[in-house]
């Protein structure tokens, strides 16, 4: 990567060296040649200190980028522990097998749109309803005629 602060403090050299040699000489000749070096150093510096706003865009937009892209595969991660199924009480939700870290349980689908990944609760009525307690959503988990025997 070029490093732009360090050629910004070349041309400052250059334009100083270009200001003293235009001091030294009072021949019309390299007077004039110094004007024309001093003035293309001033365009080159110009540049370059575009180019380092533009490189320092550049910078943000990639840091951006690279966090974006983390949330991405942060969620994507959470989300592949989760596979669609329809239950024995005929929704589709999202499901958990279980692991170490959380037991087996299944999921809102309406909140996952929103990255979230809310557990469903038993509410605990005979109908085997279970709801969101992010949004609300009910979901016939349970098979009615299988959960109260
Ligand atoms: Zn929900």
Redesign the pocket.
């Known amino acids: 990567m070029v490093d732009i602060a360090a050629a910004v403090v070349s041309i400052n050299y250059l334009r100083d060296f270009t200001k003293w040699v235009r001091g030294l000489q009072k021949d019309a000749d390299v007077l004039t040649r110094t004007n024309a070096a001093e003035e293309k150093v001033g365009e080159v510096y110009d540049k370059l200190q575009e180019l380092r706003g533009e490189n320092l865009d550049l910078l943000e937009q990639n840091r951006v980028l690279a966090e974006r892209l983390r949330a991405a595969e942060d969620w994507k991660a959470k989300r592949d522990q989760y596979k669609l199924v329809k239950t024995a009480g005929g929704a589709t939700v999202l499901h958990h097998g279980g692991d170490e870290r959380n037991v087996a349980h299944h999921a ?1 689908p ?2 996952e749109p929103k990255q ?1 990944l ?1 557990p469903l609760q038993d509410r605990g009525v005979a109908n085997g309803v279970h709801e ?1 307690p ?4 009910p979901y016939s988990v349970d098979a009615v005629q299988n959960r109260w025997g």
């Open positions: 809102c309406a909140c979230l809310v969101c992010a949004c609300g959503a």
